[in-house]
T-cell receptor, first 113, second 113 residues
Framework: DGGITQSPKYLFRKEGQNVTLSCEQNLNHDAMYWYRQDPGQGLRLIYYSQIVNDFQKGDIAEGYSVSREKKESFPLTVTSAQKNPTAFYLC????????????FGSGTRLTVV | QKEVEQDPGPLSVPEGAIVSLNCTYSNSAFQYFMWYRQYSRKGPELLMYTYSSGNKEDGRFTAQVDKSSKYISLFIRDSQPSDSATYLCAMFGSGAGSYQLTFGKGTKLSVIP
């Protein structure tokens, strides 16, 4: 079945550590997105990519980095510069020109310990 | 003023009730209007989308868009406990200054058996 796979489902990070969240899709979608979800805050866009080897900052990119070396993959690194990383992270994708058709992964819950 | 306003609830109704969920928005360039359903600790899934003004019905769900009032609604008839989830509205328009979806913060719905 086609879809988006996020891993791991739960992740624990120590202070000062970088961690990478995986996002893989087999939908042949061109565009991919990373969102952060906090209680009462809704979805906030971190980074997005419309095409391989190109990506843009979203509304809250500070402390995060991404890469898009393959169409299927869009990993997110939460760096030590992100001071409040505990949140639920969601990856999404959509075909070009179909902005109503976002497909989301099941999310990664990141907790700082 | 935020671009999309959505009452966070929580909203609690008895099984079988009609539920009305609403969003207001300020950007008149929005043309595509979506409703996503998100179960606890899962990614959002697209429930319905509507282009421009009008109504769209799918089973027990009806989406309404009133562009003149900048107001969208999702109605759920004969609500079931399985409808208990957070409902997010989302919007997009090619002239809206952004090529990404703008989300409301979500309304948490509980349907009590």
């Amino acid at each position: 079945d086609g879809g988006i796979t996020q891993s791991p489902k739960y992740l624990f990070r120590k202070e000062g550590q970088n961690v990478t969240l995986s996002c893989e899709q087999n939908l042949n979608h061109d565009a991919m997105y990373w969102y952060r979800q906090d209680p009462g805050q809704g979805l906030r866009l971190i980074y997005y990519s419309q095409i391989v080897n190109d990506f843009q900052k979203g509304d809250i990119a500070e402390g995060y980095s991404v890469s898009r070396e393959k169409k299927e993959s869009f990993p997110l690194t939460v760096t030590s510069a992100q001071k409040n990383p505990t949140a639920f992270y969601l990856c999404a994708s959509n075909p070009s020109g179909q902005n109503y058709g976002y497909t989301f992964g099941s999310g990664t819950r990141l907790t700082v310990v | 003023q935020k671009e999309v306003e959505q009452d966070p609830g929580p909203l609690s109704v008895p099984e079988g009730a009609i539920v009305s969920l609403n969003c207001t928005y300020s950007n008149s360039a929005f043309q595509y209007f979506m409703w996503y359903r998100q179960y606890s600790r899962k990614g959002p899934e697209l429930l319905m989308y509507t282009y421009s003004s009008g109504n769209k019905e799918d089973g027990r769900f009806t989406a309404q868009v009133d562009k003149s009032s900048k107001y969208i609604s999702l109605f759920i008839r004969d609500s079931q406990p399985s409808d208990s989830a957070t409902y997010l509205c989302a919007m997009f328009g090619s002239g809206a200054g952004s090529y990404q979806l703008t989300f409301g913060k979500g309304t948490k719905l509980s349907v009590i058996p």
